[in-house]
């Protein structure tokens, strides 16, 4: 195992490396200037040169981008074009909001999803799987903003229960961190939910029709402890895929979401970053988004052979 | 079920005041949170002409003379007197007028701001252009001496917008017009929390205790900048639903912009006023390359002025007539400019039939109009749309390329030809007071390459210009500047496609929001 976690690591470093360079290139291809943005409407051709010459824009790229790797390597993110801050304090600043809902969503998901796919796949076609089918479905189809407002007119406008938006620290004000963490979690939730109930049942139906299940039962097992015990544990493998991935894809920005509750998230920061052509803070955005995956499918490989003892490395 | 929802509530609220009590200090202070118009990225008030920035600049920093309502340049830092030769301007500091940091404000650190200032501004350019000197004279004076007298000198100086001259000291104002300053260090009514600053998401500003206001009343910039509240807060909130929701829900006290659509849901909203703060409001104008076909054509262009109405523009853009105005002053209606000669195709409904005309007469052959249309700004998706079919009737063939608004500045800049990666023609936005002085609009100038972008050359324009230079009495400068209006619906410089105004809303615990081109913090005073 430790053997494996090494050469992952180390298999990492080339993936960052293309994605690096590729990011750079892309970044420099694309139309767009970060010194129209910074100089604003009125400015003229020439005065745009000039800032172009300060910000080292109108350096090769190979420079540009060999001052960037030294400055990587170095640990230094660089400085963001456009606010003249340092890339890693706006990239910190705006990652805590984002982990904090994340772990939120995938918490209340995870609790809530998975006895929902347990129970839909033993009360398989009955009434109760139906339900969770329809919610699922529902939880699925509709967009986030329409379920985001739809929770903000009811518990903030009308009941008067949480704010409307925001984020303060929970370290700062808990009660008020809490308060308006609230709706933005079940607001993603509602998705998380209706995949990994889905998922959960699906999987969960296939290992319910396994000859090792049916051994169990054979061997006069409860039918909780044929679930809990026998089944679910091997159901579990694409169930912790589709956690994993959920996880990631939370991390790396829900910028509809993160809009609607005006939440200073990454993906805000990465929208924000695009339109303005920061380059610095992109690439540092995507390199960060990148390394988020890499490390999540790591940890979720590894998972599985906790959860299913075939699987060895 | 009501028992269950009190109680919850009642359960939150404990905990949100229980938490309250730890956090606040013995004395309550008088906190104002405000959504702008965008979030606060840039901080250098000399680097962007950003609107967020200038807004943050007049919190922070302090201007030697300022514009009223009236248009009338006052002292505001500093007196002035102006030689009877019109040659020497004079400024004398108010006394006890003291940086952020504690030090005194001196004519070194004023002289050095508007040094930094004079590189890139039009007005603080011509003024350099025909500087004999500007150095102290006194502990609290110095003198700005010209060649030649140049009327515009104050006006340019007091310019609320485009780029204002602020004041910064001298170690700041040395910096490099093409670099940002490293500290938000200045003398005006509140004091920028840097600790607090997350560029994008909120500023923060506190009252600045050792601000001396100028004398007079409070009117737009100038007169007393009096502070009634310990702090402010911007906070950006990209989404116009969640800022409003957020106003009726008491969470913030002040929303710069109210998108006209949404305004029938605070109507009648306890607790909620919404008013236009600046009366003068915006323009929406459409710019033609000069240098390719067809628009290098007068005939042509005048052809496609023709093609486009006023009304459907910002019928399209706005919606709600009460907000938008039909208006042929390229200087904006409500300014001291305002004229209206040879704007009468535009603001009646167009004439297709007579752009039919000219366009045949101009012998257009068909070429492509590269017409830009930005997707992402939700201000200038309207215009191109409503344009091109307009333009589509006169017998224009319209190429109409969608694009994000950077690949659009980013593309406007480019000089090649629209059929390799040019263009033909695009809309932008300004707020009036940015186009309502014939040397302060940058659309104006014909230098060709140096010109904004669409580079014309227009020699006779230029010309006009220079005597509204030249010109001391408003009376001439009227009359030039009615001349220069005729002449820009004749030539189309640029298509001028009326005013609009944007609503503002704020909670009832507020009092003192007056109007101004843009919104101003000091004079406001938050109760309960």
């Known amino acids: ?313 | 079920m009501t028992a269950i929802w009190s109680g919850l509530r009642s359960g939150i609220a404990a905990a949100t005041a229980l938490t309250m009590t730890t956090v606040l200090p013995a004395f309550a202070e008088t906190t104002i949170t405000a959504v702008m118009h965008s979030g606060l990225r840039v901080l250098d008030p000399v680097i962007t002409t950003a609107h967020i920035t200038r807004d943050n600049a007049f919190m922070i920093f302090d201007t030697l003379v300022a514009q009223d309502a009236d248009f009338v340049v006052q002292p505001q830092m500093a007196n002035f007197e102006v030689s009877e030769d019109g040659l020497t301007y004079t400024f004398t500091l108010r006394d006890g007028l003291k940086w952020h940091d504690g030090g005194e404000v001196t004519p070194a650190d004023c002289i050095a701001s508007i040094k930094r200032w004079m590189q890139r501004d039009g007005g603080g350019q011509m003024i350099n252009a025909r500087m004999e000197s500007l150095e102290a004279t006194g502990d609290k004076s110095f003198a700005l001496t010209l060649k030649e007298p140049f009327p515009y000198t104050l006006e340019a100086m007091a310019k609320p917008s485009g780029l204002a001259l602020f004041m910064m000291p001298e170690r700041l104002a040395n910096t490099p017009a093409n670099e940002p300053i490293p500290e938000m260090i200045g003398s005006g009514p509140f004091k920028f929390v840097q600790d607090e600053f997350q560029p994008g998401v909120k500023v923060v500003y506190e009252k600045n205790e050792d601000y001396v206001p100028a004398p007079g009343p409070q009117s737009w910039f100038a007169g007393a900048k009096d502070v009634k509240v310990d702090r402010v807060e911007w906070v950006t909130m990209p989404d116009a639903q969640t800022s409003l929701n957020a106003l009726m829900n008491g969470e913030i006290d002040f929303l710069e912009q109210v998108p006209v659509d949404l305004l029938p849901l605070l109507e009648g909203m306890p607790g909620i006023e919404s008013k236009v703060l600046a009366p003068l409001g915006g323009v929406s104008i459409g710019r033609m390359n000069f240098l390719y076909p067809p628009f290098d054509n007068p005939k042509i262009r005048k052809a496609a002025e023709m093609a486009l109405s006023q009304e459907d523009v910002l019928t399209a853009l706005i919606g709600n007539p009460d907000y938008f105005k039909v208006c042929g002053a390229i200087f904006g209606c409500g300014t001291p400019f305002e004229f209206t000669d040879g704007s009468e195709s535009i603001t009646s409904g167009g004439d297709i039939e007579g752009a039919k005309a000219l366009l045949e007469e101009a012998g257009y052959d068909g070429t492509p109009v590269v017409l830009m249309q930005p997707t992402d700004v939700v201000t200038l998706t309207a215009q191109p749309i409503v344009a091109a079919q307009a333009l589509r009737e006169a017998g224009f063939t319209v190429d109409m390329q969608p694009m994000d608004w950077q690949t659009l500045v980013t593309r406007r800049a480019s000089q090649a030809a629209p059929s390799d990666g040019g263009w033909n023609l695009f809309f932008t936005n300004w707020i009036v007071p940015e186009v309502s002085n014939p040397l302060g609009n940058i659309m104006l100038p014909g230098r060709g390459d140096a010109a904004w972008f669409g580079w014309p050359t227009d020699e006779e324009i230029n010309g006009m210009l220079d005597d509204f230079a030249n010109a001391s009495e408003l009376g001439d400068q009227k009359a030039i500047a009615q001349k220069i209006q005729a002449h820009v619906m004749e030539n189309v410089n640029y298509i001028h496609l009326g005013q609009y105004f944007n609503p503002s809303a704020w909670s009832d615990k507020l009092s003192g929001v007056e109007e101004a081109p843009f919104p101003v913090f000091w004079g406001l005073e938050k109760n309960g």
């Open chain 1, 1 to 313: 195992m430790p053997v494996y976690f090494l050469r992952r690591v180390l298999a990492a470093i080339p993936v960052m490396l293309v994605v690096a360079v590729f990011v750079f290139l892309l970044l420099r291809l694309t139309p767009g200037d970060p010194a129209a943005v910074l100089a604003g409407d009125m400015a003229t051709p020439e005065q745009l040169e000039k800032i172009r010459d300060s910000l080292g824009l109108n350096d090769p790229l190979y420079v540009q981008f060999f001052r960037w790797m030294g400055e990587l390597l170095t640990g230094d993110f660089g400085t963001s074009l456009i606010s003249n801050q340092p890339v890693i304090d706006l990239v910190a600043d705006r990652m805590w909001p984002t982990i904090w809902i994340a772990l939120i969503t995938i918490t209340l998901s995870v609790i809530v999803a998975v006895p929902m796919g347990v129970v839909a796949a033993w009360k398989h076609r009955s009434w109760i799987d139906h339900l969770v089918m329809t919610f699922s479905v529902l939880g699925f189809s509709i967009p986030v903003f329409v379920i985001g407002y739809l929770l903000i007119k009811l518990f903030a406008l009308d009941l008067g229960l949480l704010p409307v938006q925001g984020y303060v620290a929970p370290s700062e004000d808990f009660p008020g961190f809490a308060a308006r963490a609230v709706l933005p979690a079940l607001t993603l939730a509602s998705i998380y939910i209706a995949l990994i109930a889905r998922m959960t049942r699906a999987s969960l139906l296939d290992v319910l029709g396994e000859d090792y299940v049916r051994t169990a039962r054979a061997k006069g097992l409860t039918e909780t402890r044929v679930l809990f015990r026998h089944a679910l544990r091997n159901a579990a493998v694409p169930v912790m895929t589709v956690i994993g991935t959920g996880f990631a894809l939370l991390i790396s920005g829900v910028v509809v979401t993160e809009s609607v509750y005006n939440i200073p998230g990454l993906g805000r920061l990465t929208v924000d970053s695009i339109f303005a052509r920061d380059y610095p803070v992109i690439q540092a955005l995507i390199l960060l988004t990148s390394g988020i995956y890499v490390l999540v499918n790591l940890l979720i490989d590894l998972s599985y052979s906790f959860l299913d003892p075939r699987i060895r490395y």
